[in-house]
Nanobody
Framework: QVQLVESGGGLVQPGGSLRLSCAVSGRTFNNYGVGWYRQAPGKQREPVASITNSGLTNYADSVKGRFTISRDNAKNTAYLQMNSLKPEDTAVYYC?????WGQGTQVTVSS
């Protein structure tokens, strides 16, 4: 049974940066792709970025050029580096791997 634990969220001013982490246990991490999603209040959960087991990445148009997804197979951890944050990036961010979700981490962008 796979378990995912997100961390790194918080309150940041517009234009600031955060790095989210998704620590994975219970599965062979490097066999699977990982996705980051987010859900803002009153909105549906939406994909943000994904990375395959071989390192190919994909991004939502709204975050291209600002967010970077990466993975460290030695640490069983995926990351989401978020730069130039905007108020509309405020949401709970979740990671997904092999059908399992983490509990989410809150990101709030506000002055």
């Amino acid at each position: 049974q796979v378990q995912l634990v997100e961390s790194g969220g918080g309150l940041v001013q517009p234009g600031g940066s955060l790095r989210l982490s998704c620590a994975v246990s219970g599965r062979t991490f490097n066999n699977y792709g990982v996705g980051w999603y987010r859900q803002a209040p009153g909105k549906q959960r939406e994909p943000v970025a994904s990375i395959t087991n071989s390192g190919l990445t994909n991004y939502a148009d709204s975050v291209k050029g600002r967010f970077t997804i990466s993975r460290d197979n030695a640490k069983n951890t995926a990351y989401l580096q978020m730069n130039s944050l905007k108020p509309e990036d405020t949401a709970v961010y979740y990671c997904l791997m092999h059908g399992s979700w983490g509990q989410g981490t809150q990101v709030t962008v506000s002055s």
